[in-house]
């Protein structure tokens, strides 16, 4: 990470992503999404979120 690396919450993940929070959660759980931990809560470098959007695309149909 670099000094300029913006940070999310997972509320933010969650709409930014259109799924639940509870979605966001399990993904950071199981390793799928890079996180921090900050006191009892979770933040998330926007970068991870865009690799991992673009590492799970697929063309459908």
């Known amino acids: 990470m ?8 997972v ?3 969650a709409a930014q992503m259109r799924v639940s ?6 993904l950071v759980h ?3 999404l890079e996180a921090l931990r900050v006191g009892r809560s979770f ?8 690799e991992y959007l673009q590492k ?3 063309e459908a149909g």
């Open 30 to 32: 199981n390793g799928e």
């Open 2 to 9: 670099t000094a300029g690396t913006t940070f999310l919450t």
């Open 11 to 13: 509320a933010e993940v």
């Open 43 to 50: 933040r998330v470098p926007e970068q991870a979120v865009r």
């Open 56 to 58: 799970s695309f697929y």
């Open 21 to 26: 929070k509870m979605t966001v959660y399990r």
